[in-house]
């Protein structure tokens, strides 16, 4: 679990591409006090396991379903990234709940300055829309945000100076590429309302019946 908090930008050192998979090495600097062998990164919000740790570098094995869910298949060396290591127990919760997994991609439609923030609007499909509110949260390229705006297949977030400074989001121009997780309690709470298909509605739809039995 993360926070979506960016710990620092990292870049990519190399990419060495399989049929369907790839292997990323990402060099960083303040993550390596603790990170070993097994330990969880997210990449651009994106869940990895570090299978080696050198000299301020970490290496991360991508497969076919991350690759086509995210926007790490268009990295390549010199590449910045967002790097957060998996949140400490004894940590402080500044971000919202992040689990690393992509629920897609969405793309930067402009940027507009408002005096010291900077208003970033994304388009995305109608899968993540849906749970896109105002005043929610929503991670962006694993950073951490506060929805400031929906407008039909496009919402917008405000970066502060420094989320602009500690992150890559502001180096994407209209047209880039950014992934999306929606909030996970949104995720949940739209399943077990039933709306994940026919058959699950007509299973767990919610009735003033169900609720006068259950003494509401």
């Known amino acids: 679990m993360f926070t979506?908090?960016?710990e620092e930008i990292g870049a990519v050192m190399s990419v060495q591409k399989g049929a369907k998979s790839a292997r990323l090495a990402i060099r960083g600097a303040l993550i390596f006090g603790d990170l070993k062998v097994g330990d969880s990164v997210a990449v651009n919000g994106v869940c990895l396991t570090a299978t080696g740790v050198g000299d301020r570098t970490f290496t991360a094995d991508v497969?076919?379903?991350?690759?086509?869910?995210?926007?790490?298949?268009g990295l390549a060396a010199g590449s910045r990234v967002n790097l957060e290591r998996a949140m400490a127990a004894d940590g402080r919760f500044g971000g919202h709940i992040v689990s690393g997994h992509i629920d897609g991609t969405g793309r930067i439609v402009h940027t507009a300055r408002d005096d010291n923030a900077v208003w970033v609007t994304v388009s995305a499909p109608p899968d993540i829309m849906r749970l896109?509110?105002?005043?929610?949260?929503?991670a962006i390229d694993g950073i951490s945000l506060t929805v400031a705006r929906v407008d039909g297949d496009s919402f917008a977030v405000s970066l502060i100076p420094h989320t602009g400074a500690a992150t890559t989001l502001l180096d994407k121009a209209a047209g880039g590429t950014v992934n999306l997780e929606n909030d996970i309690i949104g995720k949940?709470?739209?399943r077990l309302a039933g709306f994940g298909g026919?058959?699950?509605?007509?299973?767990?739809?919610?009735?003033m019946e169900f609720l006068a039995n259950a003494g509401f």
Do not use: D, H, P
């Open 4 to 6: 979506g908090i960016i």
């Open 63 to 73: 497969m076919a379903e991350t690759l086509r869910r995210s926007n790490l298949g």
């Open 132 to 138: 896109i509110v105002e005043k929610g949260s929503v």
């Open 188 to 190: 949940y709470i739209e």
């Open 198 to 207: 026919q058959k699950e509605r007509a299973k767990n739809t919610i009735t």
